[in-house]
């Protein structure tokens, strides 16, 4: 299994300020054969199911706004929210399919401080 | 829009078995992968596993030997069954659409709780 590991757990940011959540693969999940990395990021708020925000590590979803973005390669890999907003209060999950088993991160929790 | 929807028992007794029907509509079943993805309370996602509408499965290696997936594509509709459940099995039960770049449609989930 390829265990994905995010980190921090949770962080706390003012708003308006840059928020970075990382997210780590035991293995790579970019294949070569069309330069692809298999990892999609998730943002689940209470009481809701998950929603995609980002796959292939850094598509946009349709409608997700632009101030959030994934970027990293390989086994590296980052959600970057440029200018958190009140409802960004969540819990973010990384996710690999780069396998016939997918897994996902413990999460990270968001909130403002 | 592709919409999902989970249904099934809420409540079952300890070495029960969970059997969850998850409905989709607004798109045809054919030609994607379905998941089944579960949350124990207060804590992340675990993901069961999925099926293709063919048939084709794959689950998570530490509940392949209670976990079944099956299809029904005239009803454009898959399964879960989980055998001999215990209280940690207790959590929201989601079913999710397996796109090509990740799970892009989702149900609102279903709560299993599990207790004598």
């Known amino acids: 299994d390829i265990v994905m590991t995010q980190s921090p757990d949770s962080l706390a940011v003012s708003l308006g300020e840059r928020a970075t959540i990382n997210c780590k693969s035991s293995q790579s999940v970019l294949y070569s054969s069309n330069n692809k990395n298999y990892l999609a990021w998730y943002q689940q708020k209470p009481g809701q199911p998950p929603k995609m925000l980002i796959y292939w590590a850094s598509n946009r979803d349709s409608g997700v706004p632009d101030r959030f973005s994934g970027s990293g390669s390989g086994t590296d890999f980052t959600l970057t929210i440029s200018s958190v907003q009140a409802e960004d209060v969540a819990v973010y999950y990384c996710?690999?399919?780069?396998?016939?088993?997918?897994?996902f991160g413990q999460g990270t929790k968001l909130e403002i401080k | 829009q592709v919409h999902l929807q989970e249904s099934g028992p809420g409540l079952l007794k300890p070495s029960d078995t969970l059997s969850l029907t998850c409905a989709v509509s607004g798109g045809s079943i054919n030609d994607f992968y379905w998941s089944w993805i579960r949350q124990p309370p207060g804590k992340g996602l675990e993901w069961i596993g999925y099926?293709?509408?063919?048939?084709?499965?794959s689950y998570n290696p530490s509940l392949q030997s209670r976990v079944t997936i099956s299809v029904d594509t005239s009803k454009n509709r898959f399964f879960l069954i989980l055998s001999s459940v215990t209280g940690a099995d207790t959590a929201v039960y989601y079913c999710?659409?397996?796109?090509?770049?990740?799970?892009?449609?989702w149900g609102r989930g279903t709560l299993v709780t599990v207790s004598s």
């Open positions: 099926i293709y509408s063919t048939g084709t499965t």
């Open positions: 999710a659409r397996r796109g090509n770049g990740g799970n892009d449609y």
């Open positions: 996710q690999q399919y780069y396998t016939t088993q997918d897994t």
